[in-house]
């Protein structure tokens, strides 16, 4: 059962343009909702995380929306840059000890 | 400061082989968890170390797969023996806390012929 679903798979997105990736889950006892951020050949890294105590967070050209009563969250890349082609995962946990639960990935792509 | 580093980048293994993957996590980082990545989907969590202690093994097969974490501080992932459907990136993460934000090394593609 995949507790967190992603939405794209895939986006292009033409640069200067949003990018908007979606997130849904079910278990209510999810508190932390990080985005990680993935190249070709490396590993996830840690882009822009939000708790649900607040609807909306960001850093930069990076925005988390947070909809708790909906159970969604996305992300939203402003101005987007060929740069930010990669791939990207939500993810979601109950806080304390239990480890992270990551969505399925949306690839990326901004062109020119 | 270092990262997390993982060896081999890359392995290229029979079917029946063993093979093995080595983690050193961040310098004081307790937590360590190792992930398996399918091509096209996001991490799954294997095991999670809390020092030495294996505290989430749930989603290891463990008829195939061991982890040990001896001393605490870096890792091994055994898989004894490997099958196709093995096949993928093996993802080594730290973190300072059990809620803390998760470093991940570069990871280990596995290739099982």
Known sequence: QQQVKQSPQSLIVQKGGISIINCAYENTAFDYFPWYQQFPGKGPALLIAIRPDVSEKKEGRFTISFNKSAKQFSLHIMDSQPGDSATYFCAATPLGNTPLVFGKGTRLSVIA | ?113
Do not use: M
Request: with cysteine; hydrophobic share 35%; net charge negative.
């Open chain 2, 1 to 113: 400061e270092a990262g997390v580093v993982q060896s081999p980048r890359y392995k290229i293994i029979e079917k029946k082989q063993p093979v093995a993957f080595w983690c050193n996590p961040i310098s004081g980082h307790n937590t360590l968890y190792w992930y398996r990545q399918n091509l096209g989907q996001g991490p799954e969590l294997l095991i999670r170390y809390e020092n030495e202690e294996a505290v989430d093994d749930s989603q290891l097969p463990k008829d195939r797969f061991s982890a040990e974490r001896l001393k605490g501080v870096d890792s091994t992932l055994k898989i004894q023996p490997a099958e196709l459907g093995d096949s993928a990136v093996y993802l080594c993460a730290s973190s300072a806390r059990q809620d803390g934000e998760l470093f991940f090394g570069e990871g280990s593609r596995l290739t099982v012929l």
